[in-house]
């Protein structure tokens, strides 16, 4: 009974000491979500908000955040980016911003928008890994879009909501990589 008792009490001590750890982390993180260096914030909101139009169908929602996102690429601040970062986002920006366009020019063709969508969201990937996302993202992978050559996109909740095939389709697709 002794030895029980005194397993429990180191037990719970762990348990305490762990819980202590993990609230401070979560507060670690609150802090980094408040105060992202350069981290693209406005650029994802669009792209995430683009995203959840095409999982809903939404052509014209789509397009309204495409036109959006056309928005944060002009409006953010590249000054704070190292020289060798600014040359790659440039790179990787000129390209991005074609198929924001395209999107926010297609609002009554969803299958147009989503073939944008499929190139757009290498080069959001591409974003987030230069610069870091700010929040926990998630990378899903659709396999059967294109032909079966499948199609990355980026999500903020861990639920399948696939935005190539929308509702005819929800839940295809898995998650490939989670950025933080
Ligand atoms: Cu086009």
């Known amino acids: ?22 609230a401070a982390k979560q507060a670690n993180n609150l802090t980094a979500d408040q105060t992202p260096k350069n ?20 052509g014209k929602n789509a397009a309204a955040a495409g036109n959006e996102l056309v928005k944060a690429f002009a409006g953010f601040d590249q000054s704070k980016l190292t020289p060798s970062q600014r040359k790659t986002y440039v790179d990787i920006e000129s390209d991005a911003k074609e ?12 299958p147009h928008q989503r073939e944008h969508f499929d190139m757009l969201s290498k080069d959001i990937y591409d974003i987030v890994k230069l610069l870091g996302p700010g929040r926990e993202l ?6 059967m ?36």
């Open 1 to 22: 009974m002794k030895t029980f008792l005194y397993s429990l009490t180191i037990s719970l001590f762990f348990l305490n000491a762990y819980s202590a750890n993990a």
């Open 39 to 58: 981290s693209p914030a406005t650029i994802l909101d669009a792209y995430l908000k683009l995203k959840n139009a095409l999982s809903a169908d939404n």
């Open 138 to 143: 998630y990378v899903d992978r659709c396999p």
């Open 99 to 110: 198929h924001a366009e395209h999107i926010g020019l297609n609002a009554g063709n969803i």
């Open 145 to 180: 879009y294109n032909k079966g050559k499948g199609a990355i996109w980026i999500s903020e909740v861990k639920d399948i909501k696939n935005p190539y095939f929308g509702k005819a389709m929800s839940t295809c697709g898995a998650i490939r990589e989670t950025l933080h």
